[in-house]
């Protein structure tokens, strides 16, 4: 026996004399699993919206094109190549980049912000602070995000040579005031950067009352090379609403320059306005039709209603043709005209034709309900994606990966790596950081893409304490979720566990709705699945993998929009592992 051989086999002996004492195995991965973790065999996605029932036909494409929170699209064209971007927030990998070559499949090829020390969010609101209204574009082989950072770090540029990353360091641009910047590059070699920002001094005279604002920059330092020039001033004397003017991009069609920004608000009254100059410093006349976008003033009972369309981005086909994405939500409810609605399915990415008269653009005339489905860009088809982001589908995510794909989110930025996946297994710490407490809990999840939607989970856990808990989780933000777990009671007993917190004022980490002894199958695995219907959640458990009991029904699904919550975000599913959260939960 040579020295090496003899030096593991040392090693296997100690490893397994100091390993915990509970160990077991599961068939899926046929491995020795570590007993201190928690293991998901595979995460089960299934959404079944009636909107989306409907059959499509051939030259006709889905809206939203990207369901689920996917808000404050910005899109840029390279060739024949769409990049399409959105807001994140909170949660991490931050900003993802989907493409698409037909504009109907899109496919997420990566996340602007995919390195922890790239962004600090620490700390921060996880649904109304962080990254949010980032801007693409591209020139001379490099790609660049602006974005601004809201209480980390504030306006900052992202680049890449490919839009799959990997993306920069952010270069901070602290003397750039405001929110919601992009990037404009003129045919002259100029690069500009146009922003949202308040009137100066004491001209700000109610509080929704901003202006629209640019400066010209250095092209690569990003440094502000001219004032900072008001291009807009919103005030409240324009016969269309221009509370919240945010948002704006600048494009320049045949030599004139046209300024496009959202108003109202980015719920039930939001719109798109447009204004032109012949000078990119102004002045800017407003488009006497605006606003070129806006579902406010429809009926209110109308079906299948969508509200809250705007922050709008146009672009040019390779065709010629002109398209705006932009953000919109199906509400499923919307008692007494209260804004913005009920939807946990968060502001989504919709897209529709542009059609130019007289030198405007309009994306959809006055008085006309946004359609769910419209016709095709005249495009080389793409393939189908393997991925699908709207419609109903149904996934099975299996970790067969050892990195994670790009749609899993994470609370705020993993700063150590708690998780581990591959062989069909997703291994998760039931660490003391916990939900609730604005830390970064261990819970990996994706979007809720439907008003009715299943989501399941096969976790394997064998809780070492009272303290811990490992299953399924719908997150609205820190103050609004539902977890369904397995833990231990105080008579150490295996139980299941319903939690709810609901607001600021409830505990911190949830109110116990149920808790039930259960015999878990001698692995320690079950099978736990939530089921959401628009204002309605329930839980139910299977041990034997086809049977499943309903342990509490029609829970109570509000609580996961922002209507309850605030906040700018869709709920996100998926699974979790907590340590020291048993006591102030517990019903006794
Ligand atoms: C964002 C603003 C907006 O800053 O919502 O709808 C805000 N528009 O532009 C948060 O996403």
Redesign the pocket.
Known sequence: MNNKIIFTLISILLLSACAPSKRYSSKETSQTLDASKAHFSWFDYAGNDDIFNKPLAADEFQNPILAGVH??PSIVRVGKDYYLIN?TFGFFPGIPIYHSTDLVNWTQIGNAIHRPEQMPFDDIYLTNNGV??PAIEYRDGIFYIINTCVNCGGNFVVTATGPAGPWSDPIWMPHLIG??PSIFFDDDGKTYVVHHRDPEGDKKRYPAHTALWVIEVDPVTFEQLSDDVMLVDAGDEAPWNTDYH??PHIYKVDGTYYLSA?GGG?GYY?QQLIYRSDDIFGKYEPNPNNPILTQFGLPDDRENPVTAT??ADMFEDTNGDWWAVF?ATRIYDLPDNQDPGYFHTGRETFMLPVTWQDGWPTILEKGEVLPYTVKKPNLPPAQPVSRATTGNFTVREQFTEKTLAPHWLFVRTPHSTWWQTGNNVLSMEPRNERLGERKQPSFIGRRLAHMKASFSTKVTFSPQSITEEAGLLALQNDEHYYTFGLGLNKSDETVLRIRQRAGKDSPTHGTVLAEKIINANSDNSIELRMDIDKSQLDFSYSLDGKNYQLLVDNADAKILTSAVAGG?VGAVVGMYAEGGMYAEGSKE
């Open positions: 808000p404050d807001s949010y209204a929110i919601d945010e948002g959202p980015t939001h705007g922050h953000l700018f």
